[in-house]
């Protein structure tokens, strides 16, 4: 069992920055796929970013390519996603998500994969 707690997140001025964390119980973090999902109003959540449990390949929605990064602290059993140049678009509730991997450098980027999901933290882009 893997429990999950996203914090970070707010208002934020359009061109602004934000830092998203993701603090995992349990023993298997360094075991687990991370990857951040977001659900805006009246929209189906969507992918963001993932990175393997190497930390070593990383993946992106095209949406956040070059503004986002996803990254992750074993030791610390926490993944972050740094978000830069966040657009009112970017509005929604974050989410991470955990799933169990078999392999160093293996990524996922389907919500339906993930086993493991926080409870999700706002984030508000204003114009």
């Known amino acids: 069992q893997v429990q999950l707690v996203e914090s970070g997140g707010g208002l934020v001025q359009a061109g602004g920055s934000v830092r998203l964390s993701c603090a995992a119980s349990?023993?298997?973090?360094?075991?687990?796929?991370m990857g951040w999902f977001r659900q805006a109003p009246g929209k189906e959540r969507e992918f963001v970013s993932t990175?393997?449990?190497?930390?070593?390949?990383?993946y992106y929605a095209e949406s956040v390519k070059g503004r986002f990064g996803i990254s992750r602290d074993n030791a610390k059993s926490t993944v972050y996603l740094q978000m830069n140049s966040l657009k009112p678009e970017d509005t929604a509730v974050y989410f991470c998500?955990?799933?169990?991997?078999?392999?160093?450098?293996?990524?996922?980027?389907?919500?339906?994969?993930?086993?493991?999901w926080g409870q999700g933290t706002q984030v508000t882009v204003s114009s």
């Open positions: 998500a955990a799933k169990l991997g078999y392999s160093d450098n293996s990524y996922y980027t389907r919500d339906a994969t993930y086993d493991y």
């Open positions: 349990g023993r298997t973090f360094s075991s687990c796929v």
């Open positions: 990175i393997s449990r190497s930390g070593l390949r990383t």
